[in-house]
């Protein structure tokens, strides 16, 4: 043994000059080419870097968006306020899981073309909204505007009190809006609201614009001079402003009865159903958004509704209903022997709806068979000929 073998070799430090598994991988193609690896490494640092920038700009987006849709959604407080001190004059709440809505398309005639002003805004459509507690059935009941019914002693718009009056039900909105409307509506029926929804029309007119309007097929020609309204029967596209005429109309067509009117409504709502799960529109974010916007816009909801994600459940709810879970009905009435304008209830058949609505079993009440005067069909049923009696316009 040397003197040279009683010395250790140098003690190298950990790690040193030891090639990383990267390092390897990136070496293996071409060894011989030292600067390659620093390169490669720069290059798969700029893609992941780029993939999660984009990755946070667009979730990024997304949340704006989001908080954008949800941030237009108006809560009423005030309404809530309202029925809390009423609270002890209201009906028990349903049995289970079952809950009402009440939807309100609120309505300022004044705004009509060639309407005199200082009428007031005032429920032209009202209907109440009944999911049952195993979510296997719906029933939607249209409350006519013209039906005579006693409102309660209501908070006005000023904060005074307005007294109790027996009147058209729609004057209930006049009076002190939503929680006015809630009220008589469950004085009437005996039925606790649990939500209530309130949809400006003029948003309802833009909501059609927004979806690209709606396809129908008129039944018959329709004049309203009220709304300006006029439509050649057959085929064609209405877009928002011969839509929102359209569900407004009432002189001119057929009878010219509110009911005969709320079945127009209920066709034209199934048929604008129809269009958004149709066109694509559910599935585009490019289309939806501009369409929730507009919708959201136009809401005033509870408190407890007050939200993108509650809306969505409520809405997930009625989407997952089974084929034909969901019905229309309107409240049992016939002409006031009194006054043929106004309308009463049809007894005992109103009172047999209103109990099967608070026990939550199903209704039995069934809409009038056959399309009302000045009705819609679906366009795609329609036939070559009826195609063409109706030149395809926008209205």
């Known amino acids: 043994m040397t003197a040279d073998d009683h010395h250790p070799e140098p003690v190298r430090a950990r790690g040193a000059d030891r090639p990383t598994l990267l390092d390897d991988l990136l070496t293996t193609a071409e060894p011989q080419r030292p600067r390659r690896p620093r390169r490669g490494r720069r290059v798969l640092r700029a893609v992941a870097l780029g993939a999660l920038g984009l990755t946070l700009l667009t979730a990024g987006a997304g949340y704006l968006a989001y908080r954008s849709l949800d941030a237009g959604i108006t809560s009423d407080d005030g309404t809530a306020r309202e029925l809390d001190l009423r609270g002890g004059e209201r009906p028990v709440p349903p049995p289970g899981d079952a809950r009402t809505v009440l939807v309100i398309g609120s309505d300022d005639p004044s705004s009509l073309p060639g309407a005199v002003g200082g009428i007031g805004a005032r429920s032209d459509t009202v209907f109440l909204l009944h999911l049952s507690g195993d979510r296997q059935r719906a029933t939607a009941v249209s409350v006519p505007r013209d039906l005579l019914v006693e409102i309660p002693e209501c908070t006005g718009p000023d904060g005074g009190t307005v007294p109790a009056a027996r009147a058209q039900f729609n004057w209930a909105y006049s009076f002190g809006g939503p929680a006015c409307t809630i009220r008589t509506v469950e004085a009437l029926t005996g039925v606790r609201v649990d939500h209530h929804v309130d949809i400006d029309f003029e948003g309802f007119r ?75 529109v559910l599935l585009n974010p490019a289309r939806l958004y501009p369409v929730l916007r507009t919708a959201t816009a136009s809401l005033t909801v509870d408190p407890a509704l007050a939200s993108l994600s509650r809306l969505h459940d409520l809405v997930g709810e009625l989407r997952d209903l089974p084929e034909g879970g969901l019905r229309f009905v309107t409240v049992p009435r016939t002409a006031d022997p009194a006054d043929p304008d106004r309308d009463v209830l049809v007894q005992p058949d109103a009172d047999t709806l209103f109990a099967q609505l608070r026990e939550d079993v199903p209704v039995t009440a069934h809409p009038r068979e056959g399309a009302p005067a000045g009705g819609l069909l679906p366009a795609s049923g329609t036939s070559d000929a009826a195609e063409e009696e109706g030149a395809p316009a926008t209205g």
Do not use: C, K, P
């Not at 085929?235 to 009865?257: C, E, F, N, P, T």
């Open 206 to 280: 833009d909501l059609v614009d927004a979806v690209g309007g709606v396809e129908v097929h008129l039944t018959e020609d329709v004049r309203d001079e009220h709304t300006e309204l006029d439509l050649t029967a057959g085929r064609q596209v209405l877009d928002g402003d011969a839509a929102l005429a359209y569900v407004r109309g009432r002189q001119g067509i057929g009878d010219g009865s509110d009911t005969a009117r709320i079945e127009r409504q209920h066709q034209f709502l199934g048929l604008l159903l129809d269009e958004l799960r149709s066109s694509g």
